[in-house]
């Protein structure tokens, strides 16, 4: 499968938000609702923030959402705050037990 | 508290093999899905494999189907992942991740991760 399609960076200020859209195909993101999104900070592995394109783990700020149409899936992050500056990336379920990760962007808090 | 420790990584030569372990604790092992996921220095992550909870479903991508096996022993909570014939493009952290219970999330919980490194 090839790598879903993520801007490779979004910047903003603290309080602002910003939102990073992740587009697949019809036999991934358009077909399932089983988006994840994952944060990692330089060096550390990778949390899961939002699956099932719009739940939250316990433990995750409200201020991260998801949300999907056709096969773009979006994740937002509300009132950007300075530890949230870290590598986002969106998965997406693509049948026969299959996964494929997005190329990744870069959240920098200016 | 959940922990998955990987272990096995190193150095080794263009067409060697190595063999991962995963360690998993705090949750009931048997019970879920596996994966590996790698990610190779400086680059983004990538599916690597999928066990089901008992063994009966084995998935793996095509960039290393053929090479990689993976398998799990429940009654040691362990996972592995056999790789042979490893290339220079198999550098790469590789991560063991437990799956979400349901629906179909990759990973609810990682592991550090261990590094492998294909070179001569």
């Known amino acids: 499968q090839s790598a879903l399609t993520q801007p490779r960076s979004v910047s903003g200020s603290p309080g602002q938000s910003v939102t990073i859209s992740c587009t697949g195909t019809?036999?991934?993101?358009?077909?399932?609702?089983?988006v994840s999104w994952y944060q990692q900070h330089p060096g550390r592995a990778p949390k899961l923030m939002i699956y099932?394109?719009?739940r939250r783990p316990s433990g995750v700020p409200d201020r991260f959402s998801g949300s999907k149409s056709g096969n773009t899936a979006s994740l937002t992050i509300s009132g950007l705050q300075a530890e949230d500056e870290a590598d986002y990336y969106c998965?997406?379920?693509?049948?026969?037990?299959?996964?494929?990760f997005g190329t990744g962007t870069k959240v920098t808090v200016l | 508290e959940v922990q998955l420790v990987e272990s096995g990584g190193g150095l080794v030569q263009p067409g060697g093999s190595l063999r991962l372990s995963c360690a998993a604790s705090?949750?009931?092992?048997?019970?879920?899905?596996m994966n590996w996921v790698r990610q190779a220095p400086g680059k983004g992550l990538e599916w690597v494999s999928y066990?089901?909870?008992?063994?009966?479903?084995?998935y793996n991508a095509d960039s290393v189907k053929g090479r990689f096996t993976i398998s799990r022993d429940n009654a040691r909570n362990s996972l592995f992942l056999q790789m042979n014939s490893l290339r220079v493009e198999d550098t790469a952290v590789y991560y063991c991740?437990?799956?979400?219970?349901?629906?179909?999330?990759?990973?609810?919980?990682w592991g550090q991760g261990t590094l492998v490194a294909v070179s001569s």
């Open positions: 991740a437990r799956e979400g219970i349901v629906g179909a999330t990759l990973a609810d919980y």
């Open positions: 705090g949750f009931t092992f048997s019970s879920y899905n």
């Open positions: 066990i089901s909870s008992s063994s009966s479903t084995i």
């Open positions: 019809s036999s991934d993101v358009g077909s399932y609702n089983f």
């Open positions: 099932d394109v719009i």
């Open positions: 998965c997406s379920y693509a049948g026969r037990y299959t996964y494929v």
